[in-house]
């Protein structure tokens, strides 16, 4: 009797539990795929539209175009990369798409819409080649947009553009190919939209729209920092185990394998920009990326590299001694880097202007290189610490942000560097020195939040980690 009473009560649990999910009260089990489960949800980007919409001016439309296919050579294109901006807004990661936002809903072919969206279709033997296509269903159902088109629609969709009072626009491009074959490829998609509004011209603008969406970027959603945050932490654990096995008889690309084996294992898609892994003389080349020089004992190896994860990308430098040791005068430099970039950092607070942290690390740089003797005119630090010391960070490295008074919820980076190239104007000791130490910093209503702060960085924790043993020199 107890055993049934116990099976009727489980049987009515199960009844009451299977009504609040049909009726979306209780969330059903959602059985995991064997792709990527922590995509940006479709609602994160729907909000992103609503947010643009909010911003835009009444009676204007928006067309977003995403990045074309880039080719490398012959039949070898590069890896496909959709413009930020674009899947910012909508999520779609494959090419030949445009986006459409209305400012205001528009009545078309009698459906209500305040948003189109135009991709590439299924096409099985295309698919066969590169890859699965979402089509319009796919993207229906994974991005939760409605209204959605195959590309080769967009010319006959029926609106009069020139009935707008603005046509926000996303910059062109001078590298479209044109498929002769495809009347729905991003070279039709953007010769149409053209044709569309070439009769009122003056109501197309681009920059607005780059102004718009630089100020939505410029502060994280709590979605996007969970990526941002997932890329650091990739970024730094592989840059530890770089520290941990790199050693004298190594060359930068060998460094520079390490570190990407790291990024890959972990499961970031790409580098977010090409590694920068200079060592000696290339250590004073900002964005040395050829990377195929052996190294040598006692130089420097500057590592500039960031994991990318679902597109957003980290960007973290350490300057390393190849030999695991600084020399005396390695040091000496590479703590006034350090000093300098702890003053930036400190100065990453709410309401300070963007060019504060730059501005501190750089009274710290021409103080440290007058008391090495490097310098004796404090104004030439610039010979020696020549580039911006922060740039917002996100979906792209350099991301999309305002400038002016930093807001909580934006990452920079801090980046100071002193580069003392052969041939400078002081003593031949410091020369081929290059040093850059470069953290990813959150604004916060408080403290600045050091994303990449578990990565040893003073030349005590530098040398420490680098004793430990890595991967390569496990028995
Ligand atoms: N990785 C390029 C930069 O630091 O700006
Ligand atoms: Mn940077
Ligand atoms: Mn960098």
Redesign the pocket.
Known sequence: MKYFQTMISKRILLLVAGILIVCGLLPAQTKKSDYDNDMLPAQFHADRRQALRDKMEPNSVAVIFTNPERNRSNDVDFKYSPAPDFYYLCGYTEPNAVLIIFKEKQTIDSISTSEILYVQPRNATEESWTGRRLGTEGVKKQLGIVNVYGNVNFDALSLNFCTFDKIYQSESYNDVRDDQNDKGDLYSLIKQCKEKTDFCKSKRNSFSLRTLLAALREIKTPEEMMLLKKAIDITCDSHKELMRNLDTSMTEYQAQALVEFGFSFNGSEYPGYPSIVGGGENSCILHYVTNRKKLHNPELLVV?AGAEYHGYTA?V?RTLPVNGKFTKDQKALYDVVLKAQLAGIKQCRKDNNFRDPHNAAVEVVKKGLISLGIITEPNDFAKYFFHGTS?Y?GLD??DAGTYGKLKAGSVI?V?PGIYIPEGSSCDKKWWNMGIRI?DDVLITEGEPDVLSGKLAKTTEEVEKMMAEEGILKKK
Do not use: N, Q, S
Request: charged share 40%.
């Open positions: 500039d960007d430098t740039h960070l490295v350099h980076t980046e470069e």
